[in-house]
């Protein structure tokens, strides 16, 4: 079935470090993919979005594009700051209709 | 701000008691869902309502029953737990109905620990 692969952590960086989270995933067809971040003690929050090929979602500093000859969408940020420390998850939406989760890296960002 | 609202925030019960985990979102989506979040894992799905059905059950142990009372709320009733039960709790809601790819909006959670 459709899944997605993530980068495993945990990943520690210095503050205005540049972030790289990778995911590829594997889909029969195109699915939307996602990025979700869970911060300490909190839900998951929608971080981006993409829904078709070359696509870029973008919030908060952070961007990601659907690369369909990659099969990968990469979470980027420039210049982290300690309050982007948590948990971020990529998901895709699979072909039985639910999200499917890749396993989480845990970020830390020191000041 | 979160706009799914989940109580109770945290909950501890024995493995005899009966307890509901309760979900409340305004926004008008028509597809929720009940997620267990183990610590460091991804969330595991466990159910979708879809328009107010049961759509998606994910073979769950019978000791946990959802129930959606209106498009607005959605219940966990607990019975009979175990202890490789405690986790967090998660609801979610999105718009259109279970099988849409729109995003979803999660709550905070339950963090349910089992004596």
């Known amino acids: 079935g459709d899944s997605v692969t993530q980068m495993e952590g945990p990943v520690t960086l210095s503050e205005e470090a540049f972030l790289t989270i990778n995911c590829t995933y594997t889909?029969?067809?195109?699915?939307?993919l996602f990025w979700y971040v869970q911060y300490p003690g909190e839900g998951l929050q929608l971080l981006l979005k993409?829904?078709?090929?070359?696509d870029k979602g973008s919030n908060k500093g952070f961007e990601a594009t659907y690369r369909k000859e990659t099969t990968s969408f990469h979470l980027e940020k420039g210049s982290v700051q300690v309050s982007d420390s948590a948990v971020y998850f990529c998901?895709?939406?699979?072909?039985?209709?639910?999200?499917?989760f890749g396993a989480g890296t845990t970020v830390t960002v020191r000041a | 701000d979160t706009e799914v609202t989940q109580t109770p925030k945290h909950l501890v019960m024995g493995m005899t008691n009966k307890k509901s985990l309760k979900c409340e979102q305004h926004?008008?989506?028509?597809?929720m869902y009940w997620y267990k979040q183990k610590a460091k894992k991804p969330p595991e799905l466990m159910f979708v309502?879809?328009?107010?059905?049961?759509?998606i059950n994910e073979s769950v142990p019978s000791r946990f029953s959802p129930e959606c009372p209106n498009s607005s709320l959605l219940n966990l009733h607990l019975h009979a737990l175990q202890p490789e039960d405690s986790a967090l709790y998660l609801c979610?809601?999105?718009?259109?109905?279970?099988?849409?790819?729109?995003?979803?909006?999660f709550g905070d959670g339950t963090r349910l620990s089992i004596l």
């Open positions: 979610a809601s999105s718009h259109g109905g279970g099988g849409s790819n729109q995003p979803q909006h």
């Open positions: 889909a029969t067809g195109y699915p939307s």
């Open positions: 993409a829904t078709k090929a070359d």
């Open positions: 998901a895709l939406w699979d072909n039985d209709y639910k999200l499917s």
């Open positions: 926004m008008g989506h028509r597809a």
């Open positions: 309502y879809s328009y107010e059905k049961l759509s």
